[in-house]
């Protein structure tokens, strides 16, 4: 019989397990991210090749799902943009990642900088997936602070509200001074004078909205 136990899915599943394992120690509810694959994997592949990855993904978040329900945890899965996954793009993509999973706390990290990319209408999207997000990045198209770029942020959270969402919202962002990770997601040029600036102008504008979902 031939061992799997090393082999890389097997190592993917070992890695979300340790994760969940932090998750329920630090009193985190979700463990979040593009956690179907290898985020950089932009692969051209036939239908039948990319049916059988969206099988195995189903797979081993299946296992991860079920550890991380043991121990009180959420799984967010979160669609990416073209160009850094050819896997999981957009909503409609996710969602029917997760009902191949089949579990009640396995939902969606959805993120505006890449909805804004992928999406014919961020607004619509956030709405079909309704009560399956369990994590929100509330990101600027350039993922500077909110409110500073093109995102139609009073449609989004106009649709937040409509669906009751009342969980996390954050901004994510990043420095070009970290290269591995400025380089994982195109990060060339400042896109605020300072992490402090940001974070204090996007938690204003975010404040503001966020009165909408408490009304």
Known sequence: MQDFTSHPRQLGIEYLKRCIDIAAEVG???????????????????DQERE??????????????????THGVDLAIEPLNRFE????????????????????????????????????????ALRAAGSRIRNFHACENDRGAPGTGQIAWDSV???LHDIEYRGPIVIESFTPQIKEIARAVSMWRPVAGSSDELARDGLRFLRERVDILAT
């Open 28 to 46: 985190s509810p979700i463990v979040s991210g593009p956690m179907y694959s290898a985020t950089g994997k932009t692969r051209l592949l036939p």
């Open 52 to 69: 059988q990855q969206r099988v195995w993904a189903a797979e081993g978040l299946r296992k991860a799902g079920e550890y991380a329900a």
């Open 85 to 124: 996954t050819d896997l999981i793009n957009t909503v409609e993509q996710g969602l029917d990642l997760c009902q191949r999973i089949g579990l009640d706390n396995v939902g969606l990290l959805l993120d505006t900088f890449h909805m804004q990319i992928e999406e014919k209408s961020t607004a619509n």
């Open 157 to 159: 959270f106009a649709a």
